[in-house]
């Protein structure tokens, strides 16, 4: 990996991860729904134009995996987040994100009714178990409603592993870039029905407005934009070292702007689901070398 993609890499870990800070800032006023809805509805305007400027022709053809993975990979994991957004913070939000890798290995060992191998299964277990040091000793479980927004959460990463598990089966022919914008409208017309028989909880400020842009623009639009530049350049196996990376910027960002604790529970917990999801991706340094 050269030093131009590592430092897109990076970039697109800081990017997601700011994800769950501007959930955090956003859902006060405008609610889940809301909120959920003005993302994914900005960033599927700001896809169909980059499509425009690349010139990619919607393919029509595909609407199926568009709606399935507009619903599994984006509607309902984003509504879940927003919801999780009530109670949790921006730290515990970003740290379950990185089990979805280990819900995909065990997906797809339900499909393919294949025992996962030693490594694997020991990955799944210290991922268990990490996720169990978090929430067993951090105070805001306490908290009116986290238990709900921790279960929101975890269906969320649960979500995105059926959806990878569906790209890989039904939807790998279709090109990247294709499947992020039509996914992206796929997910709105979902969301269309809730957002007209929905309000938002009050006037948004304007740092409300600010973080919706963040959302849709940037942690969903020119997010996508780079991950599929990574998987074209430096291939799939090294892009995924991005989930190791977005849980630290989460936890930094919550800390830096909305004073988060961060405990020493919260960072044994991270490092073990970390650890967890490194065996059963089949993470190894010798990915991220130079090619």
Not at 38 to 62: E, S, T, Y
Not at 101 to 107: D, K, L, N, R, S
Not at 138 to 157: E, N, R, Y
Request: net charge positive.
């Amino acid at each position: 990996m050269n030093l131009a993609n590592a430092c897109r890499l990076i970039l697109l870990a800081a990017i997601w991860g700011a994800s769950f800070l501007f959930m955090r800032i956003a859902v006060p006023s405008l609610g889940p729904i809301w909120l959920i809805s003005a993302r994914i509805g900005l960033a599927a305007v700001f896809l169909a134009l980059v499509a425009q400027i690349l010139k990619q022709p919607f393919a029509f053809k595909h609407w199926r995996e568009y709606l399935t993975l507009g619903l599994l990979n984006t509607a309902l994991p984003f509504l879940a987040y927003g919801f999780a957004a009530r109670t949790l913070n921006a730290s515990m939000m970003a740290i379950l994100n990185a089990t979805a890798p280990i819900w995909g290995a065990v997906i797809m060992a339900l499909i393919v009714r294949k025992m996962p191998s030693f490594k694997v299964g020991l990955g799944l277990l210290i991922g268990m178990s990490g996720v169990a040091v978090l929430l067993g000793f951090d105070h805001i479980i306490d908290k009116p409603g986290a238990t709900l927004g921790i279960v929101a959460c975890l269906s969320a990463t649960l979500c995105y592993g059926i959806a990878s598990a569906y790209t890989k089966l039904k939807a790998s022919h279709i090109a990247p870039f294709q499947v992020a914008n039509g996914s992206m409208w796929g997910a709105s017309l979902f969301l269309l029905p809730l957002f007209v028989s929905s309000q938002p909880v009050s006037t948004p400020p304007p740092t409300v407005w600010l973080a919706i842009a963040g959302l849709a623009i940037l942690c969903t639009g020119v997010a996508y934009l780079l991950y599929f530049r990574l998987v074209r350049e430096i291939g799939a196996a090294s892009t995924l070292t991005v989930t190791f990376l977005i849980p630290l910027f989460g936890v930094l960002w919550g800390a830096l702007f909305l004073g988060e604790h961060i405990g020493g529970n919260t960072l044994i917990g991270a490092m073990i689901i970390l650890l967890g999801t490194a065996l059963v991706t089949g993470f190894k340094l010798s990915i991220i070398k130079s090619r």
